[in-house]
């Protein structure tokens, strides 16, 4: 084997034209054609080593008009086999930095190859940065209608299955992307692709000829069909021992004797487009023989399970069988003779589709087990039969069998709940309100959190340039959603039509889009060009608006950018009389309904359309306000039914040392669907001075479409709360934030932009205490962070003015990742100035140290004795850290700065002792002054340990401090402070993104 270098520039050049050629649009003005790709391999499993040595050959046939010189082979065991390869770069992106393959148990590669080509050998290369891709030159052109024999032997060492897809659990074996496979080349050209975990497969179709040498008391699920007597004889004698699914037995391991007698399985599978086996001493196996409702095909079924989850798995045979024979009746016969249905540990997902086969992870119910075998039961035409290519097109064969499968659950459970799938009881459900929510609101919910937020992605680009959140929302649930509702407007008849002449078409091909679109468009006089152009490739969103009724005509204004079909429907209590399909429309139209006795017309009832906000959707008949909408009170928290208000609350108990003892209470609209306008009211009742106290905030939210600007958002806040001497501190802040749209939803980078304009109390007033006037100040920041588990780190620019100072800053916070989610060595570097400074107010120079409540003049966090004089209690030690970062208590003796600079280091601790929450800090101070004793350097240090809830509380303790941070606070316990930081935003950010 030979590996290019990345200074053999010519070779690099070459690879580059080739690719660029391969890919280039032009291409596409080709007539379709298909290479024919059959393989024959030997193999044999080495189970005490967890290792495969094999031979294949490769029966290649080049059906396209090109002369072909190169042939480009994925080796997919190498992208398990260093941290460099795409598929650690991947999986570093989404979990952060960890050992991966350094650990030679998670390590995989093949090794021993070595290509021959009609017998001769041949120079083949493995492509620069991507090991798991080799280009093999031929030493004779491949021409038109020509055929070649390549062969090679191969030996691979299997990682321990906890990265993706190919692994082993001790002798539990899943064997996936594991032979040497010719990449496609098709109209398009070559498509050499890197296996990833988010990213699936394009691969040649052809017929498999595999024989398999494994220890004689393993089982094996497998593609294809068993072409062996006596193994088949085994299978059939496990079937019939039913025994596992006993009381006594559940959960319980056979017991296996060891054995060195091996034996060799043979597995034959036409038209197929890959080949994946998994081998386990301890499968049970059910099996049965179903014959397809229209042609009478009769089709083998096994499941293959082992002793986990299998009282869970009791009816997977049955919901297997039924997906098998729906889906043949609706889209065509299911392509294969076999099928099989096998449970093993996942490492990519809670189910994986192969030809003739699927495997299912653990699942926490009977309820999510259906559904993954469903959809991946869906996967045997949108995938299997129709080889799309799944890594430029995902939304092809994920949205079609996310669709069927959705279809198939709600034919299968047409009443089932959202509470039956999410809580543990009904009355759970009645508390939360979510007890009358169908099932297939999830999939709304979930999706209306990128829509609302501005963050979606059109559905045809390939599956690497989705982020890992937007891959599902987008892929699977919207994907699924927009064929749902081209289904509902076609009619389901119509719709079947179309893609059973779609299926009957390309099966065992490779369709696009543009092949589903002509398949539809056949069939139907409507205009298509609403899903295809603007649902499929653009983000344009839908929102439809019922303005009026009068004198049968509803006037509806579309307020999104998608002309796309609306139902109408007209509604007596809660029964619907009428429903009516009208082609989409841009502005305003008059839509005559017909004549009825209703109490209500509705957009979409059923919530079939995509719709981003539903409470513009309805009109009464009748009553004084015919479109407003229920409001849904809820304690606490609840699932947030999109046709209502909701107006959440929480009964709250609060103290400060000049409130004394309140009572009040949280009103807010929610925290996990984004809303236009977002609100959080805490209004207080202190009984020390018998007047209202509290915090109020109010937002809007802008979403432009298609703009540089992702989200603006107009804040309005107020605070108030007691002070000294019977007062209060007042502050009212207006806010405008902009975050910019990223370049690339999968770039780590973005930035915002924010200003603020603030009134608040005089704090020296407050403090002497005298009636305050209210002060203003002005701020404006520019934010560029990377938002990313490896490495992330936040830049601040910022910019603030009073009527007697200005000041500027620079904030930087940087994590150096260590090996875990969430560990490593932060870093923050603090630069500031004072521009101008006039008057007496110290308060609004630079702090060298945190800041105690009563030094904050914009009275920002949450302080219990906010005006206390340290250190009269252990409330007066809270502290807000910001500036120069300092611990130690030094800003009354030392004063404030007119410039400063600082460094502060934090870290994980290693291993276990990370859970603890104890972390190591240590702070560098240079400034502009110096302390006025014999310790008067203007460079301070100080270290120790910190310890708490990251974010929210912890409490610090510098234990090493310089001499001049020594000679003005004493001993340690006099250094004690803490940090309180409750911000529901980011706590609420937080629950989305988990």
């Known amino acids: ?79 398990y086999s260093d941290n460099d390869t795409p598929l ?34 041949v120079s083949w290369e493995l492509l620069p940065d991507q090991p798991d891709i080799c280009e093999i030159r031929l030493s004779n052109p491949l021409l038109p209608g020509g055929e070649i024999l390549i062969t090679t032997p191969f030996h691979v060492k299997i990682p321990r299955g906890v990265t993706s897809r ?105 038209n197929m487009h890959d080949f994946a086996w998994f081998a386990d001493k301890q499968f049970n196996v059910m099996k049965e023989k179903i014959k397809l409702p229209e042609s009478d095909k009769e089709i083998t079924t096994w499941v293959m399970l082992t002793a986990r989850q299998s009282r869970l798995w009791q009816k997977a045979l049955i919901y297997t069988n039924q997906a098998i024979m729906d889906f043949s009746r609706l889209i065509g016969d299911y392509p294969y003779n076999s099928f099989t249905l096998v449970q093993s540990p996942l490492s990519a997902g809670l189910g994986m589709e192969y030809p003739g086969l699927a495997v299912i992870g653990p699942t926490k119910n009977a309820w999510t087990l259906e559904n993954v075998i469903t959809h991946e039961m869906a996967h045997s035409w949108f995938y299997g039969a129709l080889g799309f290519n799944e890594r430029r097109f995902p939304f092809l064969d994920e949205g079609l069998s996310s669709s069927y499968e959705d279809r198939q659950m709600k034919l299968n459970h047409p009443d089932k709940k959202l509470w039956e799938i999410m809580l543990k009881s009904e009355k759970q459900a009645k508390f939360l309100h979510a007890d009358e929510l ?55 008849s119509l719709f079947d039509i179309g893609m059973r002449d779609f299926y009957r078409q390309w099966r ?89 006795d209703y109490s209500e017309i509705k957009i979409d009832p059923h919530h079939i359309m995509p719709e981003r906000f539903r409470l513009n959707n309805n009109i009464r008949t009748s009553g004084l306000f015919p479109k407003s909408n229920p409001v849904q009170p809820q304690l606490l928290a609840g699932v947030e039914d999109p046709e209502k208000i909701p107006l959440m609350y929480i009964p709250l108990v609060n103290w400060t040392r000049e409130n004394g003892l309140m009572a009040g209470m949280a009103l807010y609209n929610g925290l996990i ?86 009134l608040a109390s ?61 560990k490593g060595l932060d870093i923050r570097f603090f630069a500031g100035t004072i521009l101008k400074k006039s008057g007496s107010n110290s308060f609004h120079s630079l702090a060298p140290a945190g800041r105690s409540g009563r030094e904050l003049y914009l009275y920002e966090g949450i302080y219990p004795d906010r005006f206390a004089v340290f250190p009269s209690s252990f409330l007066s030690r809270q502290i807000t850290l910001s500036e120069g ?54 460079l301070f240090f100080e270290a120790g340990f910190k310890a708490g809830i990251s974010s929210v509380f912890e409490i610090y303790l510098p234990l090493l401090v310089s001499n001049n941070i020594q000679s003005v606070t004493g001993p340690v316990k006099e250094r004690v402070r803490f940090v309180i930081n409750l911000d529901i935003s980011k706590q609420s950010k937080a629950i989305i993104e988990n």
């Not at 609101?441 to 937007?470: C, F, K, V």
């Not at 994907?479 to 289904?487: C, E, K, N």
């Open 1 to 79: 084997m030979r590996v290019i270098k990345k200074n053999t520039l010519l070779g690099q050049l070459l690879i580059a034209l080739l690719l660029i050629i391969g890919h280039c649009p032009i291409a596409s003005s080709k007539e379709y054609f298909q290479q024919k790709v059959n393989y024959r391999i030997s193999v044999t499993l080495n189970d005490s080593i967890h290792e495969l040595s094999a031979y294949e050959e490769v029966q290649y046939a080049n059906n396209s008009p090109d002369t072909l010189r190169v042939l480009y082979f994925h080796l997919w065991p190498n992208a």
């Open 88 to 121: 650690a770069k991947q999986i570093f992106s989404f979990s952060g930095t960890q050992k991966l393959f350094k650990d030679p148990e998670l390590r995989g590669f093949i090794d021993s190859l070595e290509f021959r080509v009609d017998d001769l050998p």
């Open 166 to 270: 190919l692994g082993h659990i001790d002798q539990t074996y899943q064997i996936t992307q594991w032979f040497p496979k010719p990449a496609v080349y098709d109209r398009n050209g070559w498509h050499p692709l890197s296996y990833l975990d988010q990213g699936e497969y394009y691969s040649e179709f052809g017929d498999f000829d595999v024989r398999i040498t494994l220890p004689k008391h393993y089982t094996v699920a497998a593609s294809g069909d068993l072409q062996d007597s006596t193994e088949l004889a085994r299978l059939d004698s496990l079937a019939a021992d039913t025994d596992w699914k006993s009381i006594r037995m559940l959960g319980k391991t056979k017991h296996i004797p060891l054995s060195t007698t091996t034996k060799t399985l043979h597995y034959r599978g036409e």
């Open 438 to 492: 169908p099932a297939e609101a999830l999939q709304e919910l979930q999706w209306l959190i990128p829509a609302r937020n501005n963050s979606e992605q059109p559905l045809n680009l390939p599956s690497t340039d989705y982020n890992r959140s937007n891959y599902g929302q987008m892929i699977y649930t919207k994907a699924s959603m927009g064929f749902t509702y081209l289904r509902a407007y076609l009619g389901d």
């Open 508 to 596: 065992f091909r490779h369709p696009g889009p543009d092949d589903l679109r002509t398949a539809f468009e056949k069939y139907t006089s409507k205009e298509l060009s609403w899903f295809f152009d603007d649902f499929i490739c653009t983000t344009k969103r839908i929102d439809y608006q019922i303005v009026k009724i009068s004198n049968q005509q509803l006037l509806v204004k579309n307020r999104g950018e998608m002309v796309s079909p609306l139902m109408i429907a007209g509604l007596l209590d809660d029964s619907i009389c009428f429903e009516k399909w009208i082609d989409g429309f841009p502005g305003e139209r008059w839509i005559e309904i017909p004549k009825g």
């Open 673 to 758: 669907t984004p809303k236009p306008v977002e609100y959080l009211a805490i209004p207080f009742y202190s009984f020390n001075q018998s007047k209202l106290a509290g915090f109020g905030k109010i937002s809007y939210h802008f979403t432009p479409y298609n703009n540089l600007i992702r989200m603006a958002t107009f804040t309005l806040q107020g605070t108030q709360f007691g002070a000294p001497g019977n007062q209060d501190y007042r502050k009212v802040m207006v806010g405008l934030d902009i975050h910019f749209r990223k370049n690339r939803s999968t770039n780590s980078f973005q930035h915002s932009i924010h200003g603020r304009f603030t």
């Open 762 to 822: 005089g704090l020296n007033q407050v403090l002497i205490p005298q009636q305050a006037k209210m002060n203003r100040y002005i701020q404006f920041g520019y934010n560029f962070e990377k938002d990313s588990p490896v490495n992330p780190f936040q830049l601040l620019a910022s910019f603030e003015a009073g009527a007697s100072f200005s000041k500027i800053a620079l904030d930087f916070n940087y994590r150096q990742s260590y090996s875990g989610r969430d």
């Open 885 to 938: 970062g300092l611990v130690s208590p030094v800003n009354h003796v030392l004063g404030y700065s007119k410039w400063l600079l600082s460094v502060s280091l934090t870290s994980s601790l290693p291993g276990i002792l990370s859970k603890t929450g104890i972390k190591p800090f240590a702070n560098v101070l240079f400034n502009d002054h110096r302390l006025s004793t014999r310790y008067n350097s203007p």
